[in-house]
């Protein structure tokens, strides 16, 4: 509390009476130890002849009765001054008659100031105490408007603190979801690896980019997207759950500090003059180095409610948007599962019916091959049995070419076996082309039924592949509930 000062005015107060002073003139009749008529001539003469003294015989000097003991300079400058063993220099009678005086008239003055003082002094009680009583009770009165406005602001930073504290446990979960999202993630992601791994052992003609592949390959890029977003989401989240905590940590330490200040105020509200727990602190009303302002106090609350709204809200959207997500991941992964195993199942089919007509084919050819190994034994056959009459015809125009000189003569059995031999010889080498062109067209059929038994073989590893493996591996495709998270 400052202190207070009061104007003293002199007609306040009651002015002792003028007789308490004494001095020069008063009366004829003064007392012998104060100053008496014609002091002031004695004194004149005594300091002229005082005067001449000194420039005779001064104070310092051999005839002192004392000596310098301090040094040459001293006693040139004056610092420690020779002395007698009294004093440096004696008083006259006048001086100590006016000395009574002066001493009597401050003892006057210094009762007169008493009652001045005393006046005062009891006015200023009297002041002083309303004062303080007026002072404490304002002071009172502003405590508590601070204590209840401290205390609203502690509640709506723990309003703010609770709610952002249960969002960032709904954002949590959403994390929890997302975690376990990406977690049965990998089995379509493996499903289809798998699928596009199996099917690259496909042989030869069926090593196709059919329609299954391509949709296969939509699926993982699908996957692979699908995995980028959530691992993203992922890192947002931690990133606002970061953010949130450092909204709740300030809430909280705003919220303890308001708490610490609402219980101060509190107790300071509570204390008076006659409580015991109050004691003097002399550097109390010290204004310290980092002190707030009201406005600045206010404002910082107020941000620091705005802050955790602010991070509140977007955890909120950022909460939706991985509902979002989830849900629209898992229909697209669910279409796009439709989609493949359509195309799977309509390929099947079509390697199917092509295994079956490959087969009948085969048989087919089987047939043909029977007929053909038939008419090239007939035909190895018929040749043989050529032989035979080719044989006789020449060996009887051999036998005629032995005959003698005239008898040898192109007569028409010459002309006959060798017709005959022209001719049998003309069917063996027309028997032995169509035994050529028959072995020719088995060859041809055999080598076809190799390519249709290796062409069947091919077709069964593809179904082996893609209806033994790929169907089933599919079959154990996450459900849309397991892959948004639950």
Known sequence: MP?????????????????????VGESDRQPPHLPQPGDDQVHLASANSEAVGEEQMGRLGWWATGRCDWSPLAELTGTRPVVDRYTISRYDPVEWRKANLGM????????????????????????ACNLTDKVQAESTRRLEARSAEVRNMKIRLEHAEVALR?????????????VAAMGVLKIPEQIAGECIHLRTSRLEEDLVRDAPEVELVKESSLIREVKLLMQKLIKQTEDQQTINKAAKERL???????VQAHQIDSKSMALRSDSTST???????????????????????????????????????LRKLIDVLLTDASRDLRTQKDAVDVALAERICETDLCRKQLEDHLDEILRKIGEMEKL??????CIHNHDGPLKV??????????????????????????DEVKTVGDAITALRARLQNSEDTLTDLKGVRAQLEYQILVKRKTLSIDKGRCQVIRSHYPSSVELTGY
């Open 3 to 23: 202190v207070q000062q009061f104007n003293l005015v002199e007609g306040d107060v009651k002015v002792p009476p003028e007789e308490c002073k004494v001095g």
């Open 104 to 127: 009597f008239n401050d003892s006057c003055e210094k009762q007169q100031r008493a009652k001045i003082n005393d006046y005062e002094g009891h006015s200023c009680i009297k002041e």
């Open 166 to 178: 249960e969002e960032m446990g709904l954002l949590e979960r959403q994390r929890e979801r997302l």
């Open 252 to 258: 909280e330490l705003d919220w303890s500090d308001k």
């Open 279 to 317: 004691l003097h602190y002399p550097g109390a009303c010290r204004v310290p180095e980092g002190q707030s302002m009201p406005e600045g106090w206010k404002h910082m609350s107020e941000e620091n409610l705005a802050m955790a709204e602010k991070e509140r809200l977007a955890s909120a959207e």
């Open 376 to 381: 090239s034994a007939d035909l190895r056959r």
């Open 393 to 418: 015809a020449q060996t009887r125009l051999h036998n005629r070419l032995m005959r003698p000189n005239v008898e040898s003569c192109r007569d028409k059995p010459q002309y006959g076996l060798i």
